[in-house]
């Protein structure tokens, strides 16, 4: 349960408010081409319009060096949003000083002002108070509901709330309650899938489904530093090699884990490699347990040491159909699955269509999640790049809960508290 005031816990009408969104949206050449986070947000900007309110929001874009960095400008979402609300959204060029106050002023009840990128002011990562202060004179409410930056204590998270009194939105509420829910509750079986770069970046978060999960299974690169940990060969594969002994520790408490009960923690059987990640470089299959089966089944032929060898100049791109399918039928089996970190570089485009050469063992696990094999858990996905691929993929509609927050849901699932979330006025 959230336990933190909400916008529906508050009298807001006739009230000026700020409103903390996340709309670090992806734009290019002056527009957005992903409205997710926008659209994501519209729910709370309808209730507070309702309530008649002066309606001023602010946000970060990107990483701008300095004010008059055009690229990161929120131009382009002020004009989104008036297509999105249907209505006016005038916008100040500055969040804070004349500018903004002005804009600020002579704003009437249900009207939107959006205000210029908050991170055109250092002082906004540095959690300054002055800046704090100048912002919170714009309004008499606060309300956060930007999920993607609660993680952060920055002076539109933390030290403003030190000025005005501060309730949650709706999106804020329903991430919070989303993702605590899974961790805490959820249907069983439990499955979770964790992918991506780094093994670093998800350290907690693996410990924590060892604990809570009924089957864990790894793809992506960080995969590759758990084949080292057993030994397997990766040459030219990205691996985390200062991890390793963290990647051993996770084996060890997973198979004393899989003593204790029924838990499975799956690494690939599989790859897809390549000599570079290139969308023209020819591909092949490697099954690293293919020499095991062969043995068995045509002994004493063996088949050519390449296919359950990398070769030296070979990397790990994508797991293989093999491991793809094992995922596939554990998600049969689960009511609830997490899905962190795509299962190979899904970047690299293809020569033809919308799948990427190393995107199919990701495309498995969304048809198995999408439930093409004929079920269909519910699902939560989290993590920056993952829900950057089911955007350009057009599918950030179809799951259980789409998160607008990379690193806040990994913290969140890790179990750590969110500064921009604890800042929030209690429920009574
Ligand atoms: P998320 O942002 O969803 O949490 P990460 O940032 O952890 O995910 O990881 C996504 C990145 O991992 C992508 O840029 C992808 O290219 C990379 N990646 C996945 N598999 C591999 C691999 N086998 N080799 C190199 N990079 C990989
Ligand atoms: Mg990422």
Not at 124 to 136: T, V
Not at 163 to 170: I, K
Not at 194 to 207: T, V
Request: glycine share 8%.
């Amino acid at each position: 349960m959230f336990t933190k005031k909400t916008i529906k816990d508050i009298d807001l009408s006739g009230k000026t408010v700020l409103l903390r969104a996340d709309y670090n949206v992806p734009v290019e050449d002056g527009k957005i081409t992903d409205d997710y986070r926008l659209q994501q947000s519209l729910p709370t900007l309808h209730y507070l319009l309702e309530q008649d309110v002066k309606l001023i929001i602010c946000s970060h874009l990107g990483r701008p060096t300095g004010p008059g960095d055009t690229t990161n400008s929120l131009f382009p979402v002020a004009k989104r949003l008036k297509q999105l609300l249907k209505r006016d959204v005038e916008f100040a060029p500055d969040c804070i000083g004349e500018r903004a106050e002005k804009a600020a002023k002579n704003l009437k009840s249900g009207q939107v002002l959006l205000l210029e990128n908050l991170r055109f002011h250092p002082e906004e990562e540095k959690n300054d108070p002055e800046f704090a202060k100048q912002l919170a004179s714009l309004a008499d409410v606060f309300v956060q509901d930007g999920f993607g930056v609660v993680h952060r204590a920055h002076a539109s998270t933390d030290a403003i709330t030190k000025f005005l009194p501060s309730v949650a939105g709706l999106l804020l509420e329903k991430e919070v309650d989303t993702i605590t829910n899974v961790m805490e509750k959820p249907e069983r079986p439990l499955v979770a899938i964790i992918g991506g770069a780094k093994i670093a970046d998800k350290i907690d978060l693996l410990h924590r489904f060892i604990e809570i999960a009924d089957v864990v299974a790894v793809g992506g690169a960080m995969a590759n530093t758990f084949l080292v940990a057993e030994g397997i060969d990766v040459a030219q594969s990205l691996y985390d090699k200062v991890d390793l002994p963290v990647a051993r520790d996770i084996m060890r408490k997973a198979r004393t884990e899989a003593k204790k009960r029924r838990f499975i923690f799956a690494i690939p059987h599989d790859g897809v490699v390549a000599h570079k990640m290139d969308k023209t470089a020819p591909t092949r299959i490697v099954d690293w347990s293919a020499h095991v089966i062969a043995d068995i089944e045509t002994y004493p032929h063996r088949p050519p040491a390449r296919a359950s060898h990398i070769l030296w100049q070979e990397m790990i791109l994508d797991i293989g159909p093999f491991s793809g399918s094992f995922i596939a039928g554990g998600v049969q089996l689960a009511n609830t699955v997490v899905w962190n970190g795509t299962m190979g570089v899904t970047e690299t485009p293809s020569l033809q269509g919308p799948v990427g050469p190393y995107a199919h063992g990701t495309e498995l696990v969304i048809e198995a999640l999408l439930g093409q094999f004929g079920h269909k858990p519910f699902t939560v996905v989290g993590g920056g790049d993952t829900v950057g691929y089911l955007e350009n993929r057009g599918l950030v509609n179809s799951f259980g809960h789409v998160s607008t927050g990379g690193g806040a849901s990994l913290e969140l699932m890790a179990g750590r508290k969110l500064p921009g979330v604890e800042a929030l006025e209690d429920k009574k």
